[in-house]
């Protein structure tokens, strides 16, 4: 199938449509877009599709539509879509779209419930609830994750205790990339999947996920990771978005030294393995923050360090 310009037009205003925090109508509108633009032939509306089908935006969920949509991207050209299908259809190798395929068979092998499913955790505190879980991700899907990292990293923030605010802080001085409908795919929700069928806390739950990159020196403080209620400048973001239960973090490499997650009030450094996750508990099975879940981000002293950061809510974010 061969695109034509109108496709190429509408592709880059769903794009523009989806930058930033769209509201309801111009996320429709440029699903309206994308599918049109993928009917005519355009490789990257189609890869686009295929997120939309695999994140259930507005339409239900349905990771047979992603795979096709993705399928189709492919066979239209796109380099990403084929390198999807094979991490997909193969997570301990690093996809090479060089190699000639069949669409259809390379489609037909993929097994998402079994890319889906998380290993056993392992306890590191009872009190407040750490668990630990060996081998999350495979080295090829963090080396794919620390890829997306490198193509938009800017200055991290953190809540303004006085303002309720994102601000820049020298307490983190660490870069990011917050991942949106713009930037994720196919394989990012896959690894969100995974830490939703980990925590048996849904998807739609989850704050937009982030790739974080430390360099020599680089930190984040001791802090928590709730939002106290007893401060009035959290009120309107706790009304709005609810809590921030749960922290997961994917460890994406592990070439430095140093760089330990540290929980000084608990006596606990922890430091995964490339694929190693992590999961904190960020309030008690009663819901009220737990003070003893302050953490700290210690910086690497050689090389550089990269994680999956996953936080999620106690509720859906209001309309």
Same mark, same amino acid.
């Given at each position: 199938?061969?695109?034509?310009?109108?496709?190429?037009?509408?592709?880059?205003?769903?794009?523009?449509?989806?930058?930033?925090?769209?509201?309801?109508?111009?996320?429709?509108?440029?699903?309206?877009?994308?599918?049109?633009?993928?009917?005519?032939?355009?490789?990257?509306?189609?890869?686009?599709?295929?997120?939309?089908?695999?994140?259930?935006?507005?339409?239900?969920?349905?990771?047979?539509?992603?795979?096709?949509?993705?399928?189709?991207?492919?066979?239209?050209?796109?380099?990403?879509?084929?390198?999807?299908?094979?991490?997909?259809?193969?997570?301990?190798?690093?996809?090479?779209?060089?190699?000639?395929?069949?669409?259809?068979?390379?489609?037909?092998?993929?097994?998402?419930?079994?890319?889906?499913?998380?290993?056993?955790?392992?306890?590191?505190?009872?009190?407040?609830?750490?668990?630990?879980?060996?081998?999350?991700?495979?080295?090829?899907?963090?080396?794919?994750?620390?890829?997306?990292?490198?193509?938009?990293?800017?200055?991290?923030?953190?809540? =303004?205790?006085?303002? !309720?605010? $994102? /601000?820049?802080? &020298?307490?983190? +001085?660490?870069?990011?990339? #917050?991942?949106?409908? %713009?930037?994720?795919?196919?394989?990012?929700?896959?690894?969100?999947?995974?830490?939703?069928?980990?925590?048996?806390?849904?998807?739609?739950?989850?704050?937009?996920?982030?790739?974080?990159?430390?360099?020599?020196?680089?930190?984040?403080?001791?802090?928590?990771?709730?939002?106290?209620?007893?401060?009035?400048?959290?009120?309107?973001?706790?009304?709005?978005?609810?809590?921030?239960?749960?922290?997961?973090?994917?460890?994406?490499? =592990?070439?430095?030294? !140093?760089? $330990? /997650?540290?929980? &000084?009030?608990? +006596?606990?450094?922890?430091? #995964?393995?490339?694929? %190693?996750?992590?999961?904190?508990?960020?309030?008690?099975?009663?819901?009220?923050?737990?003070?003893?879940?302050?953490?700290?981000?210690?910086?690497?002293?050689?090389?550089?360090?990269?994680?999956?950061?996953?936080?999620?809510?106690?509720?859906?974010?209001?309309?």
């Amino acid at each position: 199938m061969t695109e034509d310009a109108d496709g190429v037009e509408q592709f880059a205003a769903a794009m523009e449509l989806l930058a930033g925090r769209p509201a309801l109508d111009q996320v429709q509108q440029a699903v309206k877009l994308l599918e049109s633009a993928s009917a005519k032939g355009n490789a990257q509306a189609s890869e686009r599709c295929s997120l939309i089908e695999s994140m259930g935006v507005v339409r239900p969920q349905s990771w047979d539509r992603a795979l096709d949509f993705l399928q189709r991207a492919a066979e239209q050209g796109s380099g990403s879509a084929l390198s999807q299908l094979l991490l997909l259809a193969d997570p301990d190798s690093d996809p090479d779209p060089g190699v000639s395929r069949d669409w259809a068979e390379l489609r037909s092998s993929i097994r998402i419930e079994q890319r889906i499913q998380a290993p056993q955790p392992v306890p590191v505190s009872e009190s407040p609830r750490l668990r630990s879980y060996a081998g999350f991700a495979t080295p090829a899907e963090c080396r794919w994750l620390v890829a997306i990292g490198r193509g938009g990293l800017e200055q991290a923030r953190v809540f =303004d205790h006085a303002s !309720g605010a $994102q /601000t820049v802080n &020298p307490a983190r +001085d660490n870069r990011f990339i #917050g991942l949106r409908l %713009d930037t994720m795919d196919v394989v990012t929700e896959v690894v969100r999947t995974r830490i939703s069928m980990a925590t048996r806390l849904p998807v739609p739950l989850f704050e937009p996920s982030q790739v974080l990159h430390y360099a020599v020196g680089q930190r984040f403080k001791p802090h928590h990771d709730f939002l106290d209620p007893a401060n009035p400048a959290y009120r309107d973001e706790l009304a709005a978005r609810g809590q921030r239960i749960a922290t997961f973090l994917i460890y994406l490499n =592990d070439e430095y030294e !140093g760089g $330990q /997650t540290r929980f &000084p009030t608990l +006596d606990i450094d922890y430091r #995964g393995s490339t694929g %190693d996750a992590l999961f904190i508990a960020n309030v008690d099975r009663e819901g009220r923050p737990e003070p003893r879940t302050l953490h700290a981000g210690l910086p690497p002293s050689t090389g550089e360090k990269w994680l999956f950061s996953q936080w999620i809510r106690d509720r859906v974010p209001a309309a």
